[in-house]
């Protein structure tokens, strides 16, 4: 790609699916039979998200929080926007760090 926001690669592509692999096997084996919410972040997350939507084998609602930024943009300042289309119960969120 000719562009000025487009950096060297970073990541392989065998290196990423290596990652969204073991992301997937981490949360089927947390989430087995239960139903989780998938947050993706957008524009951003697609990509990653269907990869790894693909992968997992339990039931799950989607979602997504919306960060509009321009590219190559390291100060931005755009609001983020969650738009709440499946209802999350506090008691039921599950965090990871």
Known sequence: MDSKNIGEMVLSTETIVQG??????????????QTAVIISIV???IIFTADLVRQLQFELKMDYISCIHTPGDRNNSSDIIY??????????CYFSG
């Not at 969204?20 to 039979?33: D, H, M, P, Y």
């Not at 738009?83 to 039921?92: D, L, P």
């Open 43 to 45: 524009p951003g997350g």
């Open 20 to 33: 969204v692999n073991i992301v997937a096997e981490k949360l089927n084996s947390q989430f087995k039979g």
């Open 83 to 92: 738009f709440e289309n499946v209802t999350i119960k506090e008691s039921a």
